[in-house]
């Protein structure tokens, strides 16, 4: 092979190397700023902006985009298909921001509910690690995905993070 033609190859591979570099990152980082309104797998929406985060003025602003609506099909439904996603993108409903107030540890989901965070759990039956309370009804969330603990709490660490270590 010759000099230049070395140099070239070499320079090719280093450019790829360095593009699975960025593409790892960047899957990395598309997973932090993802909020879940639901608990199977894909259930997320796509972070755009964060206004007093950690304060008692949180704001995330959030979209339901369609490659949310792809990671679903494709990691729950199990269809690549884009009638998938058009369905998808047609039959979820949530809100386009979560609040928060952190000082009181109370926020909203992207349904609108209200939780507010009661500190660590002391009951050792319990399948939770912290007490949440949906506020409207008065409900404690026992810790399964059934009854939305999972859903809440990742919420509440975005917007407050910190908190709930």
């Not at 995330?60 to 009638?83: F, G, T």
């Amino acid at each position: 092979m010759s000099a230049n033609r070395s140099g070239r190859f070499a320079d090719m591979l280093r450019t790829a190397v360095l593009g699975a570099v960025l593409v790892t990152a960047g899957a990395a980082h598309a997973a932090d700023d993802e909020i879940y309104y639901g608990s199977r797998a894909g259930m997320s929406v796509t972070t755009v902006s964060k206004e007093g985060v950690g304060t008692s003025n949180a704001l995330i602003r959030v979209e339901h985009r369609p490659r949310n609506a792809k990671s679903y099909c494709v990691d729950y439904e199990l269809d690549n298909s884009m009638a998938c996603v058009r369905r998808t993108m047609a039959s979820v409903k949530v809100r386009d921001r979560v609040t928060g107030d952190c000082r009181k540890r109370t926020w909203t989901d992207l349904n609108g509910d209200r939780f507010a965070f009661l500190g660590p759990q002391k009951n050792s039956e319990s399948m939770a690690d912290f007490v949440v309370k949906r506020v409207d009804t008065g409900e404690v969330l026992d810790g399964s995905s059934a009854s939305g603990y999972p859903t809440a709490l990742s919420i509440f660490k975005v917007l407050c993070p910190g908190i709930a270590k």
